[in-house]
């Protein structure tokens, strides 16, 4: 089943994008849309420890979570700031629905983010990202790499 396309954000608009709430069941549905856009829990850890550290940085203003809602109020497109400091931000865990992909809802949400880190006059990265096609059409470019280590 083909869900109904949203509709596009016209620059500046801010109909569409809203800020999170750290709550339980709102980061729930945040850790049950990336699971689902990733077909996988491996690249995260689990939700308690994963709820603890989120509600704690956004609690303290170190993130911050976007997201698009359907007409429903479904989650379906999400992004975080997952590290943010007076100087710089890191923009992670990007995901869409599946059923709402190919509607450049990502981008959307990536550039609102991107500019209003900015407008923050804060430094921009992205953690992670694969699919760096839609990153450099916003303007991102790849300026070095960084690893993860685990105990």
């Not at 945040?30 to 704690?56: C, G, I, M, Q, R």
């Not at 609102?112 to 990153?135: C, D, N, P």
Request: net charge positive.
């Amino acid at each position: 089943m083909r869900c109904r396309p949203l509709p596009y954000l016209k620059e500046g608009e801010k109909r569409g994008i809203s800020v999170i709430r750290s709550d339980m069941a709102t980061i729930r549905e945040f850790y049950s849309l990336l699971v689902s856009a990733n077909n996988s829990t491996d690249a995260l850890p689990k939700f308690e420890s994963f709820f603890l550290d989120l509600s704690h940085r956004v609690r303290h203003g170190t993130s911050e979570i976007y997201g698009i809602r359907n007409e429903k109020g479904e989650l379906v497109s999400a992004a975080a700031v997952i590290a943010k400091s007076s100087d710089t931000a890191v923009i992670g865990c990007v995901a869409t629905d599946k059923e709402y992909r190919r509607q450049g809802l990502a981008y959307k949400l990536v550039e609102f983010v991107t500019k209003k880190m900015q407008s923050e006059e804060k430094a921009v990265y992205l953690h992670r990202e694969k699919k760096i096609g839609i990153y450099e059409k916003i303007g991102y470019k790849t300026v070095g790499y960084w690893r993860e280590y685990r105990a």
